[in-house]
């Protein structure tokens, strides 16, 4: 099995930062695309930013300039690196990776359980 298990969310004040983390773990073959969503309650799940195993990273427009996503491949680990926090940042975020518990087998999709950030104003 594969579980995904993210780290430090937390209450900030607007202008403030955080990072975020998330490592895989268990039967792991190789790890594809990681990357951040976020929810608030009664909205869909968004995309925050992505990035693959090579290192291209994509970002929502509401975040560039503000947020960095980064990897660690021998660690099976990827990182949010949140400044200038807004309040409408405020959501649960989750962590996503598409891996391979084989080579053989095909990708599959795997979720953190969420991490809560709220951004005071």
């Known amino acids: 099995q594969v579980q995904l298990v993210e780290s430090g969310g937390g209450l900030v004040q607007a202008g403030g930062s955080l990072r975020l983390s998330c490592a895989a773990s268990g039967s792991i073959f190789s790890v594809n695309d990681m990357g951040w969503y976020r929810q608030v309650p009664g909205k869909q799940r968004e995309l925050v930013s992505t990035?693959?195993?090579?290192?291209?990273?994509n970002y929502a427009d509401s975040v560039k300039g503000r947020f960095t996503i980064s990897r660690d491949n021998a660690k099976n680990t990827v990182y949010l690196q949140m400044n200038s926090l807004k309040p409408e940042d405020t959501a649960v975020y989750y962590c996503?990776?598409?891996?391979?518990?084989?080579?053989?087998?095909?990708?599959?999709?795997?979720w953190g359980q969420g991490t809560q950030v709220t951004v005071s104003s």
């Open positions: 990035i693959t195993s090579g290192g291209s990273t």
């Open positions: 996503n990776a598409a891996i391979k518990m084989r080579a053989w087998a095909s990708l599959a999709e795997y």
